[in-house]
Nanobody, 124 residues
């Protein structure tokens, strides 16, 4: 059984940085495409960033492009989301997801396993 555990969330000021981590257990990370999604109160879950199984290709939502960076560390079986220049509108619960497949994808239905989420709050 694959398990994903997110960490690194917290309360920061607008303009600050955070790095989220997603530790994967049960199978090696290089078997999956990986993604980060987020859900704010009263809103639908939305795509944030994704990386292909190989780690070569990445994709980002327009709202975070240039500020967030996703990276895979296959040796540590961990995926990271570096978030810089945080804005109040980035406030949400952030979820890590793993999908059986190679190419990068921003569609939630392409992911098979999900973490429990970690809260990120950026105050103005």
């Amino acid at each position: 059984q694959v398990q994903l555990v997110e960490s690194g969330g917290g309360l920061v000021q607008a303009g600050d940085s955070l790095r989220l981590s997603c530790a994967v257990s049960g199978r090696t990370l290089n078997a999956y495409r990986m993604g980060w999604f987020r859900q704010a109160p009263g809103k639908e879950r939305e795509f944030v960033a994704a990386v292909s199984r190989s780690g070569v290709s990445t994709s980002y939502a327009d709202s975070v492009k240039g500020r967030f960076t996703i990276a895979k560390d296959n040796a540590q079986n961990t995926v990271y989301l570096q978030m810089n220049s945080l804005k109040p509108e980035d406030t949400a619960v952030y979820y890590c997801a793993a999908g059986i497949g190679g190419i990068v994808s921003g569609a939630w239905r392409d992911y098979d396993y999900w973490g429990q989420g970690t809260q990120v709050t950026a105050s103005s």
